[in-house]
């Protein structure tokens, strides 16, 4: 079975104007596919065929001689992660179990934003934010180029992409704006909160 593109949880234009249409045009339907189509092409025919992604993943973290396969794996898969991330009218604080642990463990939530935001902003280049659980404590920790959390055994609750092509069309250069706007008006704290469940 070929990896396929996975559909978007919403409609192109429905986190705007936070995140536009156009941006997800081209962020899902031209970067995030070719990662998808790129994938297919380097396992068709060897041993990696008809693997689940996450297997795939797996199997070829830390081997520098599977390093396009690793790259583009992981990209489909935290491109995957990225959108579900999001939802039309999102943003805000969140409650319940979650909302306590993140005060809790950054101070407050405006304290866990701006350590985001700190760490987002502080990727050099391209890469990743997570908010992460590690053996039950969350962290924030941030991954270059196509890295992520889960080939480090721990689990991902949440994660903005800080590739340029994920916000230019929209923000320019201004990182630290994207990063807050998806915190004030795009993030879907209940996938957050299912994954911290599923974490513990």
């Keep these: 079975m070929a990896f396929e593109l996975p559909p978007l949880p919403y ?3 429905a ?3 936070a995140y536009s249409a156009r941006t997800i045009s081209f962020h ?3 970067h ?3 990662y998808v189509d790129t994938l297919n092409k380097l396992v068709a025919d060897t041993d990696l065929a008809g693997k689940t992604l996450e297997d795939v993943i797996m199997a070829v973290a830390d081997k520098p001689e599977k390093q396009p396969v690793f790259n583009n794996a992981a990209q489909v898969w935290n491109h995957t992660f ?3 991330g999001m939802k039309p009218g999102g943003g805000g604080a969140p ?3 979650l909302g306590e642990k993140i005060a809790a463990t950054f101070g407050s939530y405006e304290q866990f934003v701006e350590a985001f935001k700190a760490a987002a902003v502080g990727r050099f280049g391209s890469g990743w934010a997570w908010l992460v659980a590690d053996n039950e404590e969350l962290k924030i920790v941030s991954t270059p180029n196509a890295e992520m959390p889960t080939a480090q055994g721990v689990k991902p609750l949440l994660v903005v992409d800080v590739w340029e092509h994920a916000y230019y069309l929209d923000y320019q250069n201004l990182r630290p704006v994207y ?5 004030d008006k795009l993030v879907n704290w ?3 909160a299912a994954n911290w469940a599923h974490a513990k």
């Design 11 to 13: 409609a192109e234009d």
């Design 95 to 97: 409650d319940g179990e």
């Design 32 to 34: 995030h596919k070719t």
């Design 179 to 183: 990063t807050q706007t998806f915190f």
């Design 190 to 192: 209940e996938f957050v």
């Design 15 to 17: 986190l705007e104007p």
């Design 28 to 30: 899902y339907g031209k």
């Design 82 to 84: 990225f959108w579900n």
